[in-house]
């Protein structure tokens, strides 16, 4: 079994429309099966996407009213045979982003005879970009990747199990280490450093977005969407102010 994977935080803030569209265009001529988005906040980019991607007619998402729940799609040129968003327990201060009520999207996918689970997932950001464990995003996003383990362990999940999405914790984190010997997952960029936010004068992070695997997949990773593109306009622009993840998986 072969999988291509992209996962691809999109930026809401902005052209986000125009964007959308020419993210579009790339996938209808890109290798993945599979596409798992974050961000994709209004209703009316959804609906955009859904028209610019024929070639991907099956579609995981969860309530797109008022906002598209967590902002989280995932996109799939396989069947998607069933589907499911698990909202977070909302913990820690108030703030704008519990909006959108982010979570996890889990899409059963088919691959002729197999099935893969993929979870799609965006966690808190950390707006202090502090990771120190008394931080009080830091202490947020342990409470959210307790609750993503919990769930992840169900019983039902027996396929095998891809794990992708804009988790804002860095690559080397404690946290992330502490999650992955919990769900049993493994890095798929095993432990790369490179950057997957994109630097900026005042800003550079560590690499934040992530894929996780459980045994017997295994990939080889690259990140891509790092250039300008065209927009429909004609302008140029930058994607979003993220970096995707490209994994090839084989089992």
């Not at 069947?79 to 968003?85: S, Y």
């Not at 790369?192 to 080889?220: G, N, V, Y």
Request: charged share 20%; with cysteine.
């Amino acid at each position: 079994m072969n999988i291509g994977l992209l996962t691809f935080n999109v930026l809401f803030r902005g052209d986000s429309r125009a964007r959308i569209e020419a993210l579009a265009a790339i996938l209808e001529d890109s290798p993945y099966d599979v596409v798992c988005l974050q961000e994709v906040v209004s209703p009316l980019n959804l609906a955009a996407l859904r028209r610019a991607t024929p070639s991907y007619p099956h579609i995981a998402h969860g309530p797109s009213v008022p906002l598209v729940r967590g902002g989280l799609v995932t996109l799939s040129r396989r069947p998607i045979v069933r589907r499911h968003f698990r909202t977070y327990r909302f913990t820690g201060r108030p703030r704008l982003e519990g909006l959108l009520r982010k979570g996890v999207l889990l899409a059963r996918v088919r691959f002729g005879d197999e099935h893969v689970t993929i979870a799609n997932t965006h966690l808190t950001a950390n707006m202090d970009n502090n990771w120190d464990l008394a931080n009080p995003y830091t202490r947020i996003e342990a409470n959210e990747l307790a609750q993503l383990a919990e769930f992840l362990a169900h019983p039902g999940l027996t396929d095998p199990l891809i794990v992708a999405g804009d988790f804002n914790v860095p690559r080397a984190s404690p946290l992330l280490r502490d999650f992955r010997a919990a769900t049993g997952l493994a890095d798929v960029l095993d432990g790369d450093p490179a950057t997957t936010f994109r630097p900026t004068p005042r800003l550079s992070l560590e690499p934040i977005d992530q894929i996780l695997a459980a045994p017997p997949l295994k990939a080889t990773a690259a990140l891509v969407l790092k250039d300008e593109v065209r927009l429909p306009d004609g302008r140029s622009a930058y994607l979003s102010d993220h970096y995707g993840i490209a994994a090839a998986f084989s089992a």
